[in-house]
């Protein structure tokens, strides 16, 4: 079965970090593009980082550059997002997405950045 699994959401103050990770199995995921995308309540899901499989080509929003940072460990099949100086808009639920010619999603996890 293919599986991916996000863990390190939570609480987490205004200019802390946090770090996500993302655990795949049941697919061949050293040839995955490999995304994180979030969506906040009341608005459109959106890319926050990209990855390709070579694990150079990266991809940021705008709202993140400088802040997250995309990376991947193909032997160890995760892919992972740090997020460092937070900002309250950064609440969302952050999913793990993996494309090539199937796409397979997460089920998401939440991130909370308040006082």
């Known amino acids: 079965q293919v599986q991916l699994v996000e863990s390190g959401g939570g609480l987490v103050q205004p200019g802390g970090s946090l770090r996500l990770s993302c655990t795949v199995s049941?697919?061949?995921?050293?040839?995955?593009?490999m995304s994180w995308y979030r969506q906040a309540p009341g608005k459109e899901r959106e890319l926050v980082a990209m990855i390709h499989n070579a694990g150079g080509p990266t991809t940021y929003a705008d709202s993140v550059k400088g802040r997250f940072t995309i990376s991947r460990d193909n032997a160890k099949n995760t892919v992972s997002l740090q997020m460092n100086s937070l900002k309250p808009e950064d609440t969302a639920v952050y999913y793990c997405?993996?494309?090539?010619?199937?796409?397979?999603w997460g089920k998401g996890t939440l991130v909370t950045v308040s006082s």
């Open positions: 997405n993996a494309r090539r010619f199937l796409e397979y």
């Open positions: 049941g697919f061949s995921f050293s040839i995955y593009t």
